[in-house]
């Protein structure tokens, strides 16, 4: 395994913030496809 991910940042950290960081990308993702729907709507 990697010691370190193509970010640089230590894996270590994924694996401690592991649910964190997935909370924050699901809802980012979410945010993005909302906006997206949003702007298609308003076309």
Do not use: D
């Not at 370190?4 to 894996?11: D, H, L, M, R």
């Not at 950290?13 to 909370?23: A, G, I, M, R, T």
């Not at 980012?28 to 906006?35: G, L, T």
């Amino acid at each position: 395994m990697y010691k370190y991910n193509i970010f640089g940042v230590p894996i270590s950290y994924f694996v401690n913030k592991n649910l964190k960081v997935k909370k924050i990308l699901i809802g980012r993702a979410s945010e993005e496809k909302i906006k997206k729907e949003i702007e298609n709507l308003l076309k």
